[in-house]
């Protein structure tokens, strides 16, 4: 099993909608926005640190600019390995959410 957090769930997912935009501070931003609260930028660092070492995400760096004073942001991608625990986590959730359903409903 490829065990992930909830919270490296979300950072995930995250560079999944950013695409080509899945630097550190967007990441912030983007899930600062989609749970409505303050995400620092160690929360999000630190998921993201742990998903590269465990080969769930890989990272390279983009083109200096001048608005960044020439240095360059590094983006953020899933690998394979990546894709395949977010499948996993995301079934196991959907299985757990499903008994939910049966249960609330009755």
């Not at 967007?26 to 929360?43: E, F």
């Not at 360059?72 to 959907?94: C, M, P, Q, V």
């Amino acid at each position: 099993m490829k065990s992930i957090t909830r919270k490296e769930e979300l950072v995930m997912l995250s560079i999944l909608n950013l695409r080509e935009n899945a630097y550190l501070i967007a990441i912030q931003d983007h899930l600062s926005q989609i749970t409505g609260k303050k995400i620092s930028l160690t929360s999000a660092h630190l998921p993201l640190s742990r998903l590269e070492k465990k080969g769930y995400i890989e990272s390279k760096f983009g083109v200096a600019t001048a608005v960044r004073g020439g240095r360059r942001k590094k983006i953020y991608n899933l690998t394979k390995l990546g894709f395949e625990a977010l499948h996993e986590y995301k079934k196991i959730s959907d299985e757990l959410w499903e008994n939910y359903v049966r249960f609330a409903t009755r």
